[in-house]
């Protein structure tokens, strides 16, 4: 949906199983038309005392069967790598653009991190495979932005977000990483340049990715612009998406990171509106509570904040075989798991939902420096029984928790 400042809010649909573009298409009709219908396209324009966008697509379709009197209603669609290049064949793509004007939708920002399948399945650290060393990957992401590239409606920036170039594990070679992100940068100029749209890929920091947190993202930023000969077109067309489960899981503070990206000339790419899971390692009911969700299908990396020394696992079974070392010292651990926004879990646990207002409290003071945002509680089919609703409720919860932040 459309917010104030031309900017832009959706769900990402990556919740929904779906590999395919068939599948793909399939979700987009079961689910994403009823969160429509659940949330109503524009809420926000309704509300006294907002400013209505300064850029947003023309309501050039018909209008939302259960809000005739709405805006058309935004996308934030995952495409795997199948779905991607099945949805540039036989005529796919015209037909998509067709489906979204009879829906009165519209995509402004593509999810590119998962490239296979995301979901029944062991995931874990694949979905950082492959990597940014890797020739598919850059292929990929190519795909994402010709397709987001025509997708997205004049006027309105289109992003695509990926994986922060690797996993630590890798090892990856990052002259290669940069090789293959300068090429992207390129591509996108070029599709930028060919359409007159404002078009950018976001890296997305996450714990034990080649870069994770605050001083590794811009570290990483200072030797990726350093060796290339055009460093003002990487700053166009590549920069950062912020994602508030995994800068809460790093105990980095929100207002201080943001500050320092923009310091740093570095653009905000896109935000995902998520929460982690909080717990007290030192408490052995929160020990026993955090069970439930050592699940096999994601990764859940912990880190553990010990007087403000960070201890790292890579994965919750990591951290629940060595919690017994841990002992009065312990402030706090974090996991990323990600909770639907509105959601507590039960005590002895909490959520990091406090970044998540963080945030939305520096847009209100600093509206530029981002206009894409996202809801990205992906986790629903993995989520505790206590966290559980029907799908489309928790998605249209978390609209409404959003919108009452904004």
């Not at 409606?153 to 293959?180: N, Q, R, W, Y």
């Amino acid at each position: 949906m459309r917010l104030d400042h031309g900017h832009h809010l959706a769900y990402c649909t990556n919740i929904h199983p779906a590999e395919s573009w068939e599948e793909t298409l399939g979700a987009l009709k079961a689910h994403t038309l009823k969160v429509r219908d659940h949330v109503g396209a524009a809420p926000w324009h309704d509300r006294p005392g907002h400013d209505q966008p300064d850029a947003a697509p023309a309501a050039t379709s018909k209008s939302s069967p259960s809000n005739p009197a709405s805006g058309p209603y935004a996308i934030g669609l995952r495409l795997s790598a199948r779905a991607a290049a099945e949805l540039l064949e036989d005529g796919q793509l015209p037909a998509f653009q067709q489906w979204l004007a009879d829906e009165n939708c519209y995509v402004f920002t593509i999810n590119g991190f998962p490239y296979g399948a995301f979901h029944g399945t062991r995931v874990k650290e694949n979905v950082y495979r492959p990597d940014w060393t890797t020739a598919e990957r850059l292929a990929y992401t190519k795909q994402l932005f010709d397709i987001i590239a025509a997708l997205a409606p004049e006027g309105v920036e289109g992003s695509v977000s990926t994986l922060p170039g690797s996993f630590k594990a890798f090892d990856a070679d990052e002259a290669a990483i940069f090789a293959h992100l300068d090429a992207c940068a390129r591509h996108i100029e070029d599709l930028a340049d060919q359409t007159g749209k404002d078009l950018h890929l976001g890296l997305e920091p996450e714990p034990l990715g080649h870069f994770e947190n605050c001083a590794e993202t811009l570290a990483f930023f200072e030797r990726f612009l350093a060796r290339s000969p055009d460093p003002d077109l990487l700053r166009r067309r590549i920069g950062i998406n912020y994602d508030t489960c995994h800068f809460a899981v790093e105990f980095d503070e929100c207002a201080d990171s943001l500050d320092a990206f923009r310091a740093a000339g570095l653009r905000i790419s896109k935000v995902h509106l998520s929460s982690a899971l909080g717990f007290d390692p030192a408490d052995a009911s929160a020990l026993e509570a955090v069970r439930q969700f050592d699940e096999p299908t994601y990764l859940h990396q912990v880190i553990v904040n010990q007087g403000g020394e960070l201890t790292r696992f890579q994965d919750l079974p990591d951290f629940r075989q060595s919690a017994p070392r841990h002992h009065e010292a312990v402030l706090e651990g974090r996991i990323h798991f990600h909770i639907p926004l509105y959601s507590e879990p039960a005590a002895p646990l909490h959520s990091t939902q406090s970044h998540v207002r963080d945030l939305l409290a520096y847009r209100r003071k600093h509206p530029d420096f981002c206009r894409h945002y996202e809801i990205e509680t992906y986790t629903w089919g993995v989520l505790p029984g206590d966290l559980q609703r029907p799908i489309v409720d928790q998605i249209a919860e978390e609209y409404r928790w959003a919108l009452a932040q904004l």
